[in-house]
């Protein structure tokens, strides 16, 4: 009767990778599959390997020795799932971070703009990209952006993924030519594949959106909570009298209509000029990306976390202190002309949403050093 | 037209902790939802503070100074979403893994049974629980223990969160009361206050449960791949030719039947004795549970991963070696009287499943010092 167990073999389903919820299996379910198995025993033939995992391939002739093991039975098995894959993600994107060889003259990687020291941007007007090229708009903070409902001025990109893969291939900024060309670069270093493989062990190879969700997961990782996130989880001795006071001033001014949400700005768009025209009207803001008439002067209201450190101010960089910003944006924003210590006050509130980002979290990594096969920088 | 921009109040709807989504805002939406916010203006005086986020408290008497600010009006704010709460839920985790003060007599942690200095269990028969107590069962391995379908001999626990939480309440184990016990020693120490948070910033208290997420987000940690998965993965030159006998003798012999899955077994539950009873009848596995006839004698399937060290074997510890088990398994479950080498072939490919778990994963970490309120060890 338990004769059929001698010709055990493989069910025909494919190998999980994730946690098993494989349920009970009792005797007589047993007796069943191994007779199932029998039947089906032909089609273990044709099985071709699921992509989706670590697929055990074919190649025989491949093995050491003479020992041939049927493959297809293998996918009873699974590999393990990953440990912290989210750790592995963020290792791997702060390296890409920080990494010239990403730039097509390898002179240039996200930090040169999003400067990690310079609180997440590099203080200049129009940050330069690809052979010295002028940046269209004012480079914004890295840091705590991952927070925004959209990314780009004119919120053009979903996501700081998709925000990272369309910096590297842009050609104003850091001009790879495409995909290959940057999996090129990577795929030369040991090291990297390495990464790679930890970070994403599903994915046989490195691709541009495994490079954007690691440059994510990392940007995701850059949040700085300061006294303010202390204060709004209830600690009401996180913040002086002056700060507070601060804080009333912009509701009662009535800055939160725009600058609202976890990054104090960042979800939602808004018209530049909404009460009184903005004087200047060159960039049309998000109207540029959908030619629509009522994304005439459309910008995302912008993140005012780290904002004391993050200037120079605006899109266009036109504005070099706080103070001034402050004044202009309560002016042609809400119709309202502020005294000087209503706007100083308003000030004392933003610094509040200042402090450092973990130090080991922003300090440089280590980089793979290049082999042979890297490709050489090209500065045409 | 744009006076009531002047009256600009938060709307009556709760801030979001998570990333914003929020469409974009166009002129007139603002225009409606400003006016709106005249009619609904009542609605802030009676609002509640929304207790699955961060809630700005109406405490403003425990505010510095003389300032206070309308706290309903912060509702348009947020806390920062957390950045990899992953990595501080691991962390967390180690610490409660090693901590003695999770037992009633302060004596055992996790690791005294599950040590990780010898991959996960302690060479015992039966380790010993609160007041040097007999376990029921042998102590399996913590390693990879979470990529199984169910923890437990019997599969009572669902996972490895819900099988920490009743380790410690349970009497013959770690013997803490109950949660009230557990919490009071967690929140007696400031390092495990801020740990929490950091590994929960949505939860105010400590609580079992989260401690219990804590621990299975450091065992789902403590994975340890080998060569065996680097073989699975396609490198057909990961495994010698003598260790690829071995595979092909474990799959010729019908072992893979019940030993499946990431864990080489731990995905299912199987009759000890399906084909010969076994010898012990005395306990019943699963039944002892469920009480149902069906479920006599019925353990899952032992977990093969790091089998290598992890003897004596069996729910019971009643065998010594890894060649005699493979034996009686053969014997008792497939009905094959294995020869000598045939076994002496699996054990190779057993040997293939172990491999060291990273060793900073699993070095000791350095615990908080007792306070004075933390309650004192209780060995009675």
């Given at each position: 009767m338990f004769e059929p167990l001698h010709l055990a073999a493989a069910p025909c389903t494919p190998a999980r990778s994730g946690p098993i919820t494989r349920p009970v299996m009792k005797t007589r379910t047993l007796l069943t599959v191994l007779a199932a198995t029998l039947a089906i025993a032909a089609c273990e033939e044709n099985k071709k390997p699921d992509d989706t995992k670590p697929a055990p391939k074919?190649?025989?002739?491949?093995?050491?020795?003479a020992t041939k093991v049927d493959q297809a039975m293998l996918a009873v098995f699974a590999a393990l799932p990953a440990a912290n894959a989210e750790a592995d993600k963020i290792a791997l994107g702060k390296m890409l971070f920080f990494e010239n060889r990403l730039s097509k003259a390898q002179d240039i990687s996200c930090n040169t703009c999003h400067a990690l020291d310079k609180a997440g941007a590099d203080g200049k007007k129009l940050s330069e990209g690809h052979k010295k090229q002028a940046q269209a708009r004012n480079t914004p903070s890295v840091l705590n952006a991952s927070a925004q409902f959209k990314q780009g001025w004119d919120g053009r990109w979903k996501d700081v993924e998709e925000a990272s893969t369309a910096h590297i291939t842009d050609p104003k900024v850091m001009a790879m030519a495409d995909e290959k060309a940057v999996v090129a670069v990577l795929a030369s270093m040991p090291e990297y594949v390495d990464a790679f493989k930890k970070a994403?062990?599903?994915?046989?190879d490195i691709t541009l959106a495994n490079a954007g969700k690691a440059l994510g997961a990392y940007q995701r990782a850059l949040l700085v909570p300061t006294k303010w996130d202390k204060y709004l989880a209830g600690d009401k001795t996180a913040m002086s009298d002056d700060e507070l006071k601060g804080v009333k001033t912009f509701l009662d001014v009535g800055c939160q209509t725009c600058h609202q949400g976890a990054d104090v700005g960042g979800s939602l768009m808004q018209k530049l000029g909404l009460v009184k025209p903005w004087p200047d009207q060159t960039d049309q803001g998000a109207f540029a990306v959908?030619?629509?008439?009522?994304?005439?002067?459309?910008?995302?209201?912008?993140?005012?976390?780290e904002v004391e450190k993050t200037g120079p101010y605006l899109h266009d960089g036109s504005v070099d202190s706080l103070d001034k910003v402050v004044a202009m944006m309560a002016d042609h924003q809400l119709g309202k002309v502020l005294p000087d210590d209503q706007v100083k006050s308003i000030v004392v509130f933003l610094k509040t949403l200042t402090a450092d980002p973990p130090a080991d979290l922003v300090k440089a990594p280590t980089l793979p050093k290049s082999t042979p096969k890297t490709p050489k920088p090209d500065s045409k």
């Open positions: 074919a190649s025989a002739s491949a093995e050491k020795g994403f062990p599903a994915d046989k959908t030619k629509q008439e009522t994304d005439k002067m459309m910008f995302k209201v912008a993140n005012l976390r």
